[in-house]
């Protein structure tokens, strides 16, 4: 068994599963409470602006169109799922997600929130943690509620990988 393999694996599969999770509740608040999500499109237009040095925008909404942005988003949310999976991995130890606990994975999927407060809101012309919006408090919560999901997405994801993918079948 390949060691390197099995925990790329694993942190592939757990990071979609996490984010698939994340998106899902995404769903629900829209389904039944009508709490709209993040445009992924914008998450595409700011990365499509990087080639062109621009990481920060007055307003991503006013910002350039770029050819194929919500492709872009898309695959740039789930690629950073599977990047913060692979981070919970080699904080853990790999060994953690062949018998996964709760607490690990939930309280890394909060931490994650510092990734939208601290990066991704300032790019797009909203402040450190949204403080330029109409609504700060609102947009904190919504976003500390997302990666809240998803860190309970990480646990039932690895929970998932640990029955699907047994130790040493992952080679």
């Known amino acids: 068994m390949n060691d390197m393999m099995d925990f790329w694996v694993r942190a592939v599969s757990i990071g979609i599963g996490a984010t698939l999770i994340m998106d899902m509740w995404a769903v629900f608040l829209k389904q039944v409470f009508h709490i709209p999500s993040l445009d992924w499109a914008m998450v595409g237009r700011w990365i499509g602006h990087f080639p062109r040095g621009r990481f920060f925008h007055a307003g991503i909404g006013t910002a350039e169109l770029i050819a194929g942005e919500r492709a872009i988003g898309w695959i740039a949310h789930y690629g950073i799922g599977i990047a913060f999976a692979a981070g919970l991995l080699a904080l853990m130890g790999v060994e953690w997600s062949y018998q996964p606990t709760v ?57 998932a990988v640990s029955i699907l993918i047994p130790v040493g079948s992952a080679a």
């Open 103 to 159: 607490v690990p994975a939930i309280a890394f999927g909060v931490v994650t929130v510092a990734a939208p407060f601290l990066v991704m809101q300032p790019g797009f012309g909203f402040g450190i943690a949204a403080s330029k919006t109409p609504a700060p408090n609102t947009a904190r919560v919504r976003s500390l509620m997302a990666h809240t999901s998803f860190g309970v997405g990480l646990y039932a994801a690895t929970l």
